[in-house]
């Protein structure tokens, strides 16, 4: 019908589309350029050896990736991090799961309007989506910038904090329903918005919303090598 709402899909990206972590990608490139001290590598090394190890769950792994950038991104300038983030995607662009990429194929088609939320910093989504997902609009963490382009180090958005409330202001503010709407998401940052979508799916989902998952009831994917199971 001509005055129908479009339906709306919401994905998170790192473990989800992108195999890997924007963030973590991000900061190795800005101790290569010199941006951030070699130590920095260090501390990478050790959080993701942390985490391959059992000490802690994903989400402690991604929350001190954030807290590490956080920690040398002030006075360092916009440019730095854009130019950083132009080379990583193109690099890393294809390394994406094969359940997430046929599902963006197919609800595309059907023409759904299609956003993403990453707790990345927005120059490398941005980057990650003109690349390769071409959505309809994506959300990252915002910095502060002072009026020389240096990043102060204070965070002026996060939208990792409520994901839902960002899903339910973009639907509101854009005229789009959540009737037959799908969401995909792997950790328990993500339950915020499949709990408010029609199709909610737990993708390579962690221990936390596996278990959240389980309660609700909701569909389990797992993709393993170049096997996609279906968990019910």
């Known amino acids: 019908m001509k005055n129908e709402k479009r339906k709306i899909a919401i994905f998170d990206i790192d473990g989800t589309i992108f195999r890997k972590n924007l963030h973590f990608e991000l900061i190795n490139e800005l101790v290569w350029m010199k941006v951030f001290p070699r130590q920095v590598r260090n501390d990478l090394t050790r959080l993701y050896t942390n985490w391959l190890e059992h000490e802690g769950t994903y989400e402690d792994y991604r929350l001190a990736l954030v807290a590490l950038y956080n920690k040398h991104i002030t006075g360092k300038k916009k440019e730095d991090i854009i130019r950083a983030s132009r080379i990583v995607v193109p690099f890393h662009k294809n390394r994406t799961y094969v359940f997430a990429e046929n599902l963006i194929k197919k609800i595309k088609k059907e023409g759904f ?27 990252g963490s915002m910095y502060e910038i002072d009026e020389d382009g240096n990043y102060t180090g204070k965070i002026e958005f996060e939208p990792t904090r409520d994901k839902g409330q960002v899903l339910r202001q973009y639907v509101f503010e854009n005229n789009l329903t959540l009737k037959g709407s799908y969401g995909v998401g792997d950790t328990e940052s993500d339950a915020s918005f499949l709990e408010l979508v ?8 962690n221990y936390n919303l596996k278990s959240i998952a389980e ?17 019910q």
Not at 198 to 205: A, L, S, V, Y
Request: glycine content about 2%; some cysteine; charged content about 35%.
């Open 198 to 205: 029609d199709n909610p799916i737990t993708f390579n989902p």
């Open 215 to 231: 309660e609700k009831s909701w569909k389990i994917v797992v993709e393993k090598k170049d096997v996609i199971y279906d968990i």
């Open 113 to 139: 309007c299609i956003i993403a939320i990453s707790g990345s910093p927005l120059e490398i989504v941005d980057e990650f989506n003109k690349e390769h997902l071409k959505f309809d609009k994506v959300f």
